[in-house]
């Protein structure tokens, strides 16, 4: 068994391209810190009816806490931080991520008032932009092509595992001691992972999969011709703001789809930690799973498959979404609400498999950085700000469904994300009869 030290002492750059069994683990280790990483994210939005009593927050408020002052953190450290784990330890940098990440989830709990929150809640932004990048290189690195997007997805499993577990476990343990002990039992699970994942994952070899050695592919990628390189490629702009304007839709709804049941729709909380954790376990986990294979299979074919199948998954989802926001009560409101979360991910596995196909194994972490730095800037940043806002806006002129009203206002966003993915789509065809012509 590898230790950190071993990949510290070979330069973060040791071993041989791993075995299927040690593939499968680090793919289950990294998924597991994902399933942290997205639970500590998502409690604020599980537990935002006690923590409104509590606190005396406002959906404005809270919008702000999930969304603009979590991603000021969480998008534009990911970038240094991105950087820095293509120079270094990708292994590394992910265990001090996790570690500082969930000692700031504890103080969550702990907070007294709601610029306490708010110093929390950025401190667990600034940990968990070390959380995601590196573990795409590292999956990138420990399964071929033809395989990376399965194996995405599956990681990708991460956000719906942990919210299903947040929404169980945050609600119920809610429920009897308070909205506080959720935050504080998930941080100290995981800054005891972060000492775990130090010690039990090997770094790979970067470009380990990719058949011959790239050129380059050890050399340590400069920072600001990578940066100019994916800003300038349209190719990785598209993806991203494809990307982004999708997560305007799910971080909008996912930081009030509770709020919203049980507000708009009369669900209780002992309700919603069983129906809507069942809802993301099958809705948005299948969705996960079904999509890394869909995407695989058409990828084999052409690489548009990277652009078409979130398009039609987003045209498929939107119909629904509306249905979900119509309906009278919240037994049907859920049942459509999960066909919404299996159409609404296929972006996910799609975008983070081009950007990490397209750019060399060195530039990797930094570009899976920038690609949620756009992304997550735009939909976690922008898209619960947006909701919260208007649901506010919407109240004070007397409107008495105003989550819903502010929730509705997110549809115009779905035909963005379609027509940004088109054109993707568009732009990759040209690409592969470009080479083509030139073979």
Request: glycine residues 14%.
């Given at each position: 068994m590898a230790t950190a030290s071993d990949a510290a002492a070979v330069g973060g750059d040791a071993g041989r391209p791993p075995a299927a069994n040690r593939s499968w683990f680090v793919l289950a280790a990294l998924t597991f810190v994902y399933v942290l990483n997205f639970?500590?994210?998502?409690?604020?939005?599980?537990?935002?009816?006690?923590?409104?009593?509590?606190?005396?927050?406002?959906?404005?408020?809270?919008?702000?806490?999930?969304?603009?002052?979590?991603?000021?953190?969480?998008?534009?450290?990911?970038?240094?931080?991105?950087?820095?784990a293509d120079r270094t330890s990708?292994?590394?940098?992910?265990?001090?991520?996790?570690?500082?990440?969930?000692?700031?989830?504890?103080?969550?709990?702990?907070?007294?008032?709601?610029?306490?929150?708010?110093?929390?809640?950025?401190?667990?932004?600034?940990?968990?932009?070390?959380?995601?990048?590196?573990?795409?290189?590292?999956?990138?690195?420990?399964?071929?092509?033809?395989?990376?997007a399965a194996a995405l997805g599956i990681f990708n499993l991460?956000?719906?595992?942990?919210?299903?577990?947040?929404?169980?476990?945050?609600?119920?343990?809610?429920?009897?001691?308070?909205?506080?002990?959720?935050?504080?039992?998930?941080?100290?699970?995981g800054v005891v992972t972060a000492l775990l994942v130090w010690l039990l994952i090997r770094e790979p070899r970067r470009g380990a999969?990719?058949?011959?050695?790239?050129?380059?592919?050890?050399?340590?990628?400069?920072?600001?011709?990578?940066?100019?390189?994916?800003?300038?490629?349209?190719?990785?702009?598209?993806?991203?703001?494809?990307?982004?304007?999708?997560?305007?839709?799910?971080?909008?709804?996912?930081?009030?789809?509770?709020?919203?049941?049980?507000?708009?729709?009369?669900?209780?909380?002992?309700?919603?930690?069983?129906?809507?954790?069942?809802?993301?376990?099958?809705?948005?986990?299948g969705g996960m799973v079904l999509s890394g294979r869909v995407i695989d299979r058409m990828t084999r074919r052409s690489r548009t498959g990277y652009a078409v199948a979130p398009a039609l998954s987003l045209a498929i989802a939107m119909p629904f979404y509306l249905g979900f926001l119509w309906a009278p009560g919240w037994a049907l409101s859920l049942a459509l609400l999960a066909v919404?979360?299996?159409?609404?991910?296929?972006?996910?596995?799609?975008?983070?498999?081009?950007?990490?196909?397209?750019?060399k194994p060195n530039q990797r972490v930094l570009s899976g950085a920038l690609l949620l730095l756009i992304m997550n800037f735009i939909g976690l940043g922008l898209g619960p700000t947006w909701v919260g806002f208007a649901s506010d806006w919407f109240r004070a002129q007397g409107d008495t469904h105003s989550l819903q009203s502010a929730l509705y206002t997110l549809t115009p966003f779905y035909l963005v994300a379609i027509a940004l993915f088109f054109w993707l789509a568009r732009l990759l065809r040209r690409d592969a009869v470009t080479l083509q012509g030139s073979a």
């Open positions: 639970l500590d994210r998502q409690l604020i939005g599980i537990l935002a009816k006690p923590i409104q009593d509590s606190l005396g927050v406002t959906d404005g408020q809270l919008g702000l806490i999930g969304g603009l002052y979590f991603a000021m953190f969480y998008c534009f450290i990911a970038i240094p931080v991105g950087w820095f990708r292994v590394g940098v992910l265990s001090l991520a996790c570690a500082i990440w969930s000692g700031a989830t504890v103080a969550c709990g702990m907070a007294a008032n709601y610029a306490q929150l708010v110093v929390a809640r950025m401190a667990v932004g600034f940990g968990e932009a070390g959380g995601v990048p590196p573990s795409y290189a590292i999956i990138t690195d420990s399964y071929p092509p033809g395989k990376r991460g956000p719906a595992i942990g919210a299903a577990i947040g929404v169980a476990f945050g609600a119920a343990v809610a429920e009897r001691f308070g909205w506080r002990m959720p935050f504080i039992i998930v941080g100290a699970v999969m990719d058949g011959a050695p790239a050129p380059g592919a050890s050399d340590k990628a400069p920072f600001w011709p990578t940066v100019g390189m994916f800003l300038s490629n349209p190719v990785l702009m598209l993806a991203a703001l494809g990307s982004g304007a999708t997560q305007f839709v799910t971080y909008g709804l996912g930081n009030f789809a509770v709020l919203f049941l049980m507000r708009e729709k009369g669900m209780a909380l002992g309700d919603v930690a069983i129906w809507y954790a069942l809802v993301l376990v099958l809705g948005m986990g919404v979360m299996a159409f609404n991910y296929f972006y996910l596995s799609a975008s983070v498999a081009l950007v990490q196909e397209e750019v």
